[in-house]
């Protein structure tokens, strides 16, 4: 299954509003932003600064992550959009802690918008 553009967050607007107006969590691995989309499916962006390492384990922490999201979408309650600050100290997880701890941001945040709305 091929990661593609409608699951996404692309527009520059968008991130604004993520980072503006989405509920966030501190995963000590990354910083999960969350937010309900409207849309008809869950979108992913994650971000790796210069920080987090060489082109390469940035772009190895970016894959990793959109494999748990292709993971964990199909459970979400919600379509919600996903901003993710990948951090310095992320090589040293397991990629099972990081979707656990994926999984466990995404609940939480996600009941929190559920319980919002009623």
């Known amino acids: 299954m ?4 409608d699951s996404r967050v692309r527009l520059a ?11 966030k969590v501190d ?11 409207g849309l008809e499916r869950p979108r992913l962006a994650v971000i790796t600064s210069r920080r987090v390492g060489t082109a390469v384990e940035r ?13 964990v979408s199909p459970s979400l309650k919600m379509n919600v959009d996903i901003l993710i ?24 945040l996600i009941d929190k918008y559920a319980g919002q709305s009623q």
Do not use: M, T
């Open 13 to 23: 607007r968008d991130f604004e509003f993520l980072k503006k107006n989405s509920a």
């Open 59 to 71: 772009n190895l922490a970016r894959r990793r992550l959109r494999w748990i999201f292709r993971q």
């Open 2 to 5: 091929r990661f593609g553009k």
């Open 85 to 108: 600050f990948v951090r310095r100290g992320y090589a040293k997880f397991e990629i099972g802690q990081l979707r656990l701890k994926f999984e466990r941001a995404a609940q939480l």
């Open 27 to 37: 995963c000590s691995a990354f910083v999960f932003y969350l937010h309900p989309n």
